[in-house]
């Protein structure tokens, strides 16, 4: 009989709407073969706040799910037994806050802390350089990092409390060698920082090396995929070897999760994605030496926005398709003995070594994020790659070649594209104020004095946490206390001031701008603004750095703005355009209340564009409320929306005139 390899951990990542909807969500999944869960969070979760923060408004529920206590916590896994699941939550800086709220309810369903199986992600350098959900700077964020390490080595010894996340950094713009010394450096340094602590000293030390898992991505280059993941085992092997002085097979083992790469996923034809998500599987399955130990596909409509269950089943499926219905898992690597596999490899290996030893030579990773050299290096990369779509350089099937297309009836009726209900938001609210209003206030102000004392003296936050979370302690309240000894932390956008002249096609859009600005009396400008909590900076810093190389002034400040100070900047800056990007679903309140500021202000005559995932009736709405222009995925053509801006701003001053 054939022996076959246990196959990987199959996931789908899933949340949204309330605690409530995803529970049933997570059982239906588990119910058609799904091993393990992957949990979303929303955006006020995973920055710290509450859901009726100033911050949260059109947030909640978006783009995961809101957890403000234990009481959602609860919710969340009812019926779903902890100590016989493994669990994956990307959650970064609030990542000591949300694996306290599971111990917590995992202590309430009797579960044995020593058997609780997961991930937490947990890796706060690439929230700085590409999702943006970092709170702390990054000094007391590493610490809080290791906290998790240090405690969980010690009382979760089957819980990997970091994923080294590169997955994000591909969908910043990361080339190959970029991603594989980028994640590399930033393991490099949460080592060090363990190192350093001197709590974990020894044999510990090797177990905490032993713990660290890696999160990666796959793009639609699949041979240069598996090699990049080749690659990584290899690289990863040196580190523990020549810097740690590991040895144990086992502790240096390259583990390691995927998701596939969702940035290359098109709202043109969408349907292709399907085949896009199977070849980019293949990539991090068909070699054994570098095979993912858990894989979570996108959906094929992720371009168009929330997946619905027959769409989140479509992917699962899939997994289960190649693992048991091909024979991949009977044979050893295929790979093994090829040359031009080998050679390929050893080219990354020699590139990414040269990048790392560039990062060390700054101080480190920390360094290399507060010097703002690694989100540059990843702004360049993603406009060099977008520069390549538009010339044609870069073939992407339905998008800039074989545009022509039959009506999908996959994306047409009614529920094609799963919403987050209106009243999503006010029921959530209502359930945490009433919690507040239920708890024990004196255990709350007790627990969150602990938790104080505990950061302001260095100690360790997990305990403390894990008592906040017991007395009712909201994810709002654990933020706040801990903004209150750390800061709070903006990081570099990476978006340079000087224009480049190489960029192609330009010259006639420079021609307009150089017009329209003679007609203004000066410079056209541009306001990029990113109004709520999405972190998802890349395309907001491609319009600003396009339009600066069209000769606008740019203003662009990063992430995670209030309608509010947007406004007020296009007020104080005196420009003539405002850009909205938003790519968490929460367009509608957000433009809204923008446009209703903006009128307030007597700014009725400075156009404002807006882009982000925006399905037609809700562009619709927008340009309802006075938008001048909206753009989606399918709006790849840098170049043609900097002409329209310009015409825009054109039209508007002459209306004013």
Same mark, same amino acid.
């Given at each position: 009989m054939v022996v076959r390899d246990k196959p990987w951990l199959f996931r789908t990542y899933a949340g949204h709407s309330t605690a409530a909807e995803s529970n049933k969500l997570y059982r239906s999944n588990l119910s058609k073969g799904q091993t393990g869960l992957s949990v979303a969070f929303d955006l006020p979760t995973q920055t710290g706040y509450d859901s009726d923060h100033p911050l949260a408004r059109g947030e909640v529920g978006k783009v995961g799910v809101p957890i403000s206590h234990l009481g959602d916590m609860r919710t969340l896994f009812q019926g779903i037994p902890l100590a016989e699941m493994n669990t994956s939550m990307t959650i970064n800086a609030c990542a000591a806050w949300l694996l306290s709220l599971y111990i917590a309810t995992a202590d309430e369903q009797g579960a044995d802390r020593s058997k609780l199986q997961g991930t937490t992600q947990n890796d706060i350098i690439k929230e700085y350089l590409s999702r943006g959900t970092y709170v702390f700077p990054p000094a007391p964020s590493m610490r809080l990092t290791k906290d998790t390490i240090i405690?969980?080595?010690?009382?979760?010894?089957?819980?990997? *409390?970091? $994923?080294?996340?590169?997955?994000? =950094?591909? %969908?910043?713009? #990361?080339?190959?060698?970029?991603?594989? !010394?980028? /994640?590399?450096?930033?393991?490099?340094?949460?080592?060090?920082?363990?190192?350093?602590?001197?709590?974990?000293?020894?044999?510990?030390?090797g177990e905490v090396v032993g713990r660290i898992s890696f999160f990666v991505n796959a793009g639609m280059r699949f041979i240069t995929e598996m090699c990049k993941m080749r690659a990584f085992v290899d690289l990863w092997d040196e580190i523990c070897v020549n810097r740690y002085g590991i040895t144990d097979a086992k502790q240096k083992l390259f583990r390691y999760g995927v998701q596939v790469n969702s940035l290359g996923l098109t709202e043109q034809q *969408?349907? $292709?994605?399907?085949?896009?998500? =199977?070849? %980019?599987?293949? #990539?991090?399955?068909?070699?054994?030496? !570098?095979? /993912?130990?858990?894989?979570?596909?996108?959906?094929?409509?992720?371009?168009?926005?929330?997946?619905?269950?027959?769409?989140?089943q479509w992917s699962l499926r899939m997994q289960q398709v190649v693992a048991y219905e091909t024979d991949l898992l009977e044979y050893g690597d295929i790979f093994d003995g090829s040359t031009e596999i080998a050679k390929k490899v050893e080219e990354l290996k020699a590139e990414a070594r040269e990048e790392l030893a560039r990062i060390e030579g700054m101080g480190g990773a920390v360094a290399a994020i507060e010097n703002s050299y690694m989100k540059q290096q990843l702004v360049e990369s993603n406009t060099r790659r977008l520069e390549a779509i538009e010339r044609g350089d870069q073939v992407v099937v339905g998008v800039n070649r074989w545009t022509e297309s039959e009506p999908s009836p996959l994306t047409t009726g009614e529920g094609a594209i799963l919403t987050v209900p209106e009243g999503v938001e006010a029921e959530q609210i209502a359930r945490l104020q009433a919690w507040r209003e239920a708890r024990d206030a004196k255990a709350v102000d007790a627990a969150l004095a602990a938790l104080k004392s505990a950061a302001q003296e260095g100690r360790n936050i997990m305990e403390p946490s894990i008592v906040c979370a017991k007395a009712g302690v909201t994810t709002g309240e654990w933020g706040t206390c801990l903004r209150e000894v750390f800061g709070e932390y903006r990081a570099p956008t990476g978006v340079g001031r000087a224009a480049r002249v190489d960029t192609q096609g330009l010259e006639e859009v420079r021609k307009n701008v150089d017009a329209v600005s003679e007609k203004l009396g000066r410079r056209i400008k541009f306001l990029v603004?990113?109004?709520?909590?999405?972190?998802?900076?890349?395309?907001?810093?491609?319009?600003?750095?396009?339009?600066?190389?069209?000769?606008?002034?740019?203003?662009?400040?990063?992430?995670?703005?209030?309608?509010?100070?947007?406004?007020?900047?296009?007020?104080?800056?005196?420009?003539?355009?405002?850009?909205?990007?938003?790519?968490?679903?929460?367009?509608?309140?957000?433009?809204?209340?923008?446009?209703?500021?903006?009128?307030?202000?007597?700014?009725?005559?400075?156009?404002?564009?807006?882009?982000?995932?925006?399905?037609?009736?809700?562009?619709?709405?927008?340009?309802?409320?006075?938008?001048?222009?909206?753009?989606?995925?399918?709006?790849?053509?840098?170049?043609?929306?900097?002409?329209?801006?310009?015409?825009?701003?054109?039209?508007?001053?002459?209306?004013?005139?």
């Open positions: 405690f969980t080595t010690e009382h979760l010894p089957r819980w990997n *409390p970091m $994923n080294v996340c590169s997955y994000h =950094l591909q %969908e910043a713009g #990361a080339t190959p060698v970029q991603e594989l !010394a980028f /994640a590399l450096a930033n393991a490099i340094a949460i080592l060090d920082t363990v190192k350093k602590s001197g709590e974990a000293e020894g044999a510990v030390f *969408p349907e $292709n994605n399907v085949y896009r998500i =199977l070849l %980019e599987m293949l #990539a991090v399955t068909l070699s054994k030496k !570098a095979r /993912a130990r858990a894989v979570q596909l996108p959906a094929w409509n992720e371009a168009l926005g929330l997946p619905r269950s027959f769409d989140q603004g990113k109004p709520g909590l999405d972190g998802h900076s890349n395309g907001a810093e491609q319009i600003a750095v396009r339009a600066r190389d069209c000769g606008m002034e740019v203003v662009y400040e990063g992430i995670r703005l209030t309608p509010a100070e947007i406004v007020n900047a296009a007020l104080e800056e005196g420009v003539h355009v405002v850009g909205l990007s938003i790519l968490s679903g929460s367009h509608v309140p957000l433009v809204r209340d923008v446009m209703e500021r903006m009128r307030a202000e007597g700014l009725s005559d400075v156009p404002v564009v807006v882009g982000g995932i925006i399905p037609p009736e809700d562009e619709a709405q927008l340009k309802g409320f006075g938008v001048a222009a909206v753009y989606t995925p399918k709006n790849f053509e840098l170049n043609r929306i900097m002409a329209d801006i310009v015409t825009i701003v054109d039209r508007e001053a002459q209306k004013a005139a």
